[in-house]
């Protein structure tokens, strides 16, 4: 079964709860980066597993109804019957959203080098985390290393989203770490802003040099209303921002990695797969929630054929 695995991602998977407008309820999603990178992906036709764990509760059961709903495999991922599944509250403002998380302490953080399904990782053609992966314990960070050497004695592809949560971890700390971590992966999916607290440079085309200098075989990096920069050691190119009526920005970066992700491994293309994974980021933010608006591959391209 593993063996037919194109996408591992591994991380925290939470429950959201997303406060469309202030003073109002709070609806029920999810979330959780490489979770929502997961959907994403299988929405766009690739077969995806999840590495991770859930406390054995109501919030755990729903995720895996979620991933059984999208068709990702969670064999590997074990009930801790003595953590929690981790939450976070959405919440709007002028400014954008803002993320509150109730998640220390959580099953997920209590991963470990141990705890890894090796033979997943080491079959998969790609494993993706991220650094919200890293910053929710130190063991958890100990995983996300352990599962990029074994991904890459096993010369697959390491996809890694630098997804900076400065509520998780100090910037000093983040820095190194992502750092490190970029010199270990092919496809490196930063976000500008984040990008801008990583890095020295805090131009597009500097950034993209300083990736590609540590290391990373591909960057993408994504500039909200900028659009997309795909850069790799001998070409670069720039995708304009698609005009949509935006409500909820939230998971759009992730919905970004997991049509990346399949549309490069349908292609080879980094380019074609920025181009796919644009469109798909666009629709992604056309509804509330990390995951509910996450767009299928024939409504990516529907949108690309206008
Ligand atoms: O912020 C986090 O740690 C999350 O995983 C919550 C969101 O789903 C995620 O950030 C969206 O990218």
Redesign the pocket.
């Known amino acids: 079964m593993t063996a037919a695995i194109d996408l591992v991602c591994l991380g925290?998977p939470?429950v959201?709860l997303n406060q469309h407008h202030a003073g109002g309820a709070y609806h029920p999603g999810f979330?959780?980066?490489v979770s929502?990178t997961a959907v994403a992906a299988a929405r766009q036709g690739l077969r995806v597993a999840m590495s991770t764990a859930l406390g054995a509760d109501v919030f755990g059961d729903s995720l895996r109804g979620l991933w059984t709903a999208e068709g990702i495999d969670h064999s590997a991922v074990p009930s801790d019957p003595d953590a929690p599944t981790g939450l976070?509250f959405v919440t709007h403002g002028p400014a954008g959203h803002t993320?509150s998380?109730r998640?220390a302490g959580s099953a997920a953080s209590r991963m470990s080098p141990r705890s890894l399904p090796l033979d997943l990782i080491s079959s998969a053609k790609v494993l993706h985390f991220s650094a919200?992966s890293q910053a929710i314990s130190p063991s958890a960070c100990d995983a996300c290393f352990a599962a990029a050497d074994a991904a890459r004695a096993a010369g697959r592809l390491v996809s890694y989203d630098t997804?900076l949560?400065l509520a998780?971890w100090p910037l000093a700390r983040a820095r190194a770490v992502i750092r490190a971590t970029i010199g270990l992966s092919d496809i490196v999916l930063p976000g500008l802003d984040d990008a801008q607290k990583l890095c020295d440079a805090q131009d597009a085309d500097g950034i993209a040099d300083e990736l590609l200098g540590l290391g990373a075989r591909i960057v993408a990096l994504t500039m909200g209303s900028d659009g997309v920069l795909v850069a790799t050691a001998d070409r670069r190119e720039r995708f304009g921002a698609h005009k949509v009526d935006a409500v909820d920005a939230?998971?759009?970066?992730?919905a970004f990695d997991g049509a990346f992700l399949a549309e490069y491994l349908a292609t080879g293309d980094a380019f074609a797969a920025a181009r796919h994974a644009n469109a798909a980021a666009a629709l992604s933010v056309t509804g509330y929630g990390?995951v509910a608006p996450l767009p299928r591959r024939a409504e990516v391209e529907a949108f690309l054929a206008r």
């Open positions: 925290e939470m959201e979330g959780g980066d929502n976070y993320f998380y998640r919200i997804n949560r998780l939230t998971g759009a970066g992730d990390a």
